[in-house]
């Protein structure tokens, strides 16, 4: 299986702040990576494919980057509807695999 | 607009075989655009997909190594529905099932997901 690392694991921001997440692969899988947004108690909401492009009606604050192994998640100007958890996932090669979360809260 | 609706027991006892079923409403379980999948979540483990079942001319399934000794998804056309079945439950198995619509290239992007059940393994 590929093996999902991102960092860091939580964060504390403000509204209007930037935010970075990271994202890695342990082996590379190319541009093939999903981005989701997950709120307490619903389904996790998919947000990037291919690294880099929004799916339609997704904010434009929310940008994603990265090829091979190495993945960035970046919004731009944080809103109050943004604190959530954060997951890439692969599928570069099944099984498909999620990294295990970024956690953004209230600073 | 797609929707999915799961049903099933939210408590299993260890050894015995959890069994969901996941109807589906707006599309075809038989859909040649789509893959129908199962993924759990919980702390211990996070996100993990367990595998799904797609329609090419002839049914396919496709499951995680980590459960593929002890789980089967199988669509049911009749009903508009699939269901997951894992035998041999323990403790670990607790989690938040999710059924999910995949689409894409590789059926990669679950884009839609239904409401999720909390199953927990005790006796």
């Known amino acids: 299986d590929i093996q999902m690392t991102q960092s860091p694991s939580s964060l504390s921001a403000s509204v209007g702040d930037r935010v970075t997440i990271t994202c890695q692969a342990s082996q590379d899988i190319g541009k093939y990576l999903n981005w989701y947004q997950q709120k307490p108690g619903k389904a996790p909401k998919f947000l990037i494919y291919d690294a880099s492009n929004l799916e339609t009606g997704v904010p434009s604050r929310f940008s994603g980057s990265g090829s091979g192994t190495d993945f960035t998640f970046t919004i731009s100007s944080l809103q109050p509807e943004d604190f959530a958890t954060y997951y890439c996932?692969?599928?570069?090669?099944?099984?498909?695999?999620f990294g295990p979360g970024t956690r953004v809260d209230v600073k | 607009q797609v929707q999915l609706q799961q049903s099933g027991p939210g408590l299993v006892k260890p050894s015995q075989t959890l069994s969901l079923t996941c109807a589906i409403s707006g599309d075809s379980v038989s859909s040649d655009i789509a893959a129908w999948n199962w993924i759990r979540q919980s702390p211990s483990r996070g996100l993990e997909w367990l595998g799904r079942?797609?329609?090419?001319?002839?049914?396919?399934?496709d499951y995680a190594p980590s459960v593929k000794s002890r789980i089967s998804i199988n669509p049911d056309t009749s009903k508009n529905q699939f269901s997951l079945h894992l035998n041999s439950v323990t403790p670990d198995d607790t989690a938040v099932y999710s059924c999910a619509r995949g689409v894409g290239v590789s059926f990669q992007v679950f884009h839609i997901w239904g409401q999720g059940t909390m199953v927990t393994v005790s006796s």
């Open positions: 996932q692969q599928y570069g090669n099944l099984p498909f695999t």
């Open positions: 079942t797609y329609y090419r001319s002839k049914w396919y399934s």
